[in-house]
Structures are given as C-alpha cells and as structure tokens.
C-alpha cells in the first residue's frame, strides 16, 4: 500500500523539523565543500602535499576534542556527569572507520579533481541505505530507493567522463582500445580506494547516528563527541605508528610544514566538519546527510571551474541534473529517524509535569 505523500509545507517540517536543523544542514554542505577546495589548493603541481596528511587529520582531531570538551564544560557549569565507558568503547568502531576515511580523502583527492572525487562518493547513498535499514529497522520506500538509485546513476554517468578523457589519450581510435581505457579505468586502484572510503563512511555515518539516537542518547552530544576524538586520535596515532612516523610526525621541521595558513584553514574547518557532522546526525538522518554531500557537487563544480579552471563537460552536467532530481525526488517523500529520542523527550515532558504537580499540591 503506497504511503500517502505529505503537502508541501509538511514535507518540509519532515525534512528540517527545526530552523536550527536547516542552518546544521546548510553548514555541512558549505564546510564540506571548502574542504575540498582547501585540501586541492595546498596540493603541489604534481598532486602531492608539502604536509604529512595524517598529522594534520591527528591535529584536526584534536581540535575537536579540545573543542566539544570545552563546549561541554559551558554548558554544564564544569561539572562532569555520563561519562559511560560502554559508550567510550562503542566509539572505537566510527573512530577506526572515520580514521581510515579522512586519511584516503587526502589520497584520493590527488588522484581525482574535487567535481569527480564528490561524485564518485555519492556510491555511498545506495550502500547507506541499505546499512540503515539493517542498524534502525526501517523499510525504505520505493520513492526513496528510486531516488538513491537515481542518485548512483549520475556517479556512473560522471565516471563515463573519464573514461571518455582517458581514451582520447589513446593514438589509435579503434573501439576496442577506448573500452579497453574504459575497463582499467572503472576497475583501476584509485576506484577501489574510493569504493573503500564509500563504505568506511556509510558504515561510519549510521553507527554514529545509532550511538546518537539509541545507544548513548542519553549521553550529552559534545561527552558523544569528546568520546569519538579520543578514539580517534588513538586510531591516528597507531597509522603513524605504522607508518613509522609517530616520531617524525611531530619534529620541528614536519610541524613548521603544517604551520601554513592554508594548511592551517584545513585543520580549523576540518574540526568544524566533524562538530557539526555530529549535530547532523542528532538533528536529521544519515540518509538526508548522503543528499546533502551530493547537492555539494554543483557548488564544487562551479567553484572548481572558477578557481582551478577545471572544465564542466556534458557528462558532468548530465550527472548534475540527475543528482539535482534524485534529491528533489527523495525531498518528496523524506525518511523521519528519530531513534529514543522523542521517547526520552517524551520522558523528561512526563517528569518536569510531575514535579510541578507536587509542588503545587504541597502549596
């Protein structure tokens, strides 16, 4: 039986039930996108970074901490209460995820230009649908399935520009030689690495939000965040430890590197992304966060052509307008995720009447 569509007004409400949920959703897109501009533009001509990339994910890291810690404390009046191990260790999961994530970001992002890095990414919405379902037990709808599968097909579209670049390399013009581009292509390992980084965020993306909503929500959300950095900075720490440059990482000479105003602006926004991804996923859903990364391709294409003079072909466009649709396709018929959080509200309504009752029967 289809469900009955909401009007206008109401499919709204559903999407951004508060003024304050349509801001976190406007800065995630506008924080998103500077961070892929920010990270191609401290790129040398050839790619590579002047900055060891895992320290400064460490050093963003550690911003947040610093950051939801001192948050916290304002608002709590520097009294420190729900500090719940179980939940710590929960953590440990998104951490491992978000820290192998943010480190192939840097990887992949020299290996593609910012429109087509985002596009590939958006493979995330199909994979996230399907995560979130299983963690939340919640059936998607046809509408918003045709939607996330709209939403794919402008990845494999934007991908088909270039394979399409990578054959005119080609001197002989015969089909076998451009479909022989075209196979290495799709299957080549910088896919494969940004296939690995789509799962790491959907995997990542709804444990979070299942920590938010279910798990810890009756966890402050900056002691939630205070968790997550931890861990995360753990799980960075032993990268570098691996990689052998925990020592290294932090001399002099790999910190005045870092000590860059446009490496600087990385950290800062990055710390920023990480905050208000948490809001995000307290306030809306990880299915509304994947539309949100993909309406950011149009911004990061226009603004790639202006500063990087990247050009916009047709099979960018194409790719555009089936994100824009899919989105206005699934903004008709949005997913409501709400977890324990309106039964907590519910209790805590319960509690504040019950109180006021008593005190006023003993006046």
């Known amino acids: 039986m289809a469900a009955k569509r909401p009007s206008s007004g109401g499919q709204w409400k559903q999407l951004f039930p508060t003024k304050c949920s349509l801001f976190v959703f406007l800065a995630y897109m506008a924080l998103f996108i500077n961070q892929g501009i920010m990270v191609t533009a401290s790129q040398r001509a050839d790619n590579s970074y002047s900055y060891n990339t895992v320290t400064v994910v460490l050093l963003s890291e550690a ?14 009046l520097y009294c420190l209460h729900n500090i719940t191990i179980p939940v710590l260790a929960l953590y440990m999961v998104p951490a491992l995820l ?54 794919t097909l402008g990845c494999i579209v934007k991908q088909l520009n270039i394979t399409e670049k990578n054959a005119q390399v080609v001197t002989s ?40 909503k279910d798990i810890g929500a009756e966890v402050h959300i900056m002691v939630q965040n205070v968790f997550m950095y931890i861990d995360s900075i753990l799980c960075n720490a032993a990268v570098l430890l691996m990689r052998g440059e925990l020592g290294s990482a932090f001399t002099v000479s790999a910190l005045s590197q870092i000590w860059q105003p446009a490496v600087i602006v990385i950290i ?95 006046v």
């Open 63 to 76: 911003t947040k901490l610093v950051v939801s810690f001192l948050l916290y404390l304002r608002e709590q």
């Open 98 to 151: 978000y820290c192998l994530y943010n480190n192939l970001a840097f990887v992949n992002l020299a290996a593609y230009d910012p429109t087509t890095y985002f596009l590939l990414l958006q493979l995330r919405v199909v994979v996230t649908g399907i995560v979130f379902q299983v963690l939340f037990k919640k059936q998607l709808s046809k509408w918003q399935w045709v939607s996330l599968f709209i939403l």
């Open 173 to 212: 013009p015969k089909t076998e030689d451009i479909t022989s581009h075209m196979v290495s292509s799709l299957f080549s390992v910088h896919t494969g690495l940004v296939l690995l980084q789509v799962l790491c965020s959907c995997l990542a993306g709804v444990y979070n939000e299942k920590l938010l």
């Open 268 to 362: 800062i926004n990055n710390a920023a992304v990480g905050i208000v991804t948490s809001f995000f996923l307290k306030n809306l859903n990880s299915i509304l966060k994947t539309f949100a990364s993909a309406l950011e391709l149009m911004f990061t294409a226009v603004l790639s052509w202006l500063i990087f003079g990247m050009a916009i072909g047709w099979w960018t466009v194409l790719a555009i307008a089936l994100v824009t649709y899919a989105s206005w396709m699934y903004a008709q018929n949005p997913v409501v995720n709400r977890g324990r959080l309106d039964q907590l509200e519910g209790s805590q309504t319960s509690e504040e009447v019950r109180l006021v009752s008593s005190e006023t029967t003993e």
